[in-house]
């Protein structure tokens, strides 16, 4: 498990970025939407944001630089590739099936309050 973690947290998040955007438009959601979810779990806004898209930030630094991650984050529950998210022991990854998680629920046509667990 640990080697197939390895290489997640080194992929480039910009490399993936396209991908959430790409599932949501699908559905008829939104980049601004994938983006708002995105600033509020990592506590980023659009300029910070950009930087590390720019900079091809892997998702390790890119959580770990994050401003804050969203304290109500723990709310986020359910099953992603397999896992269940709130029993993810690998703070990390843990972080990012949250935002697959998040991406998903926007996919499948949830409000976005629900989404943003307000």
């Known amino acids: 498990m640990k080697s197939n973690n390895t290489r997640v947290y080194k992929m480039s998040f ?5 991908h959430y955007i790409h599932k949501a438009e699908k559905k008829g959601r939104t980049k601004e939407e994938v ?11 659009q300029q910070t944001f950009q930087q590390h898209l720019d900079a091809k ?13 969203n ?9 992603i590739c397999g896992y269940r998210v709130e029993e993810i022991e690998d703070k990390l990854m843990q972080q990012i099936r949250y935002l697959d998680k998040l991406v998903d629920e926007l996919a499948k046509g949830k409000a976005m309050e629900k989404i943003l667990r307000t």
């Open 14 to 18: 910009a490399g993936v970025y396209p």
């Open 35 to 45: 983006d708002e979810i995105i600033f509020w779990l990592t506590g980023y806004d």
């Open 57 to 69: 930030t892997d998702f390790e630094n890119f959580f770990a630089q994050a401003p804050r991650i």
């Open 71 to 79: 304290p109500n984050a723990a709310k986020i529950t359910g099953v």
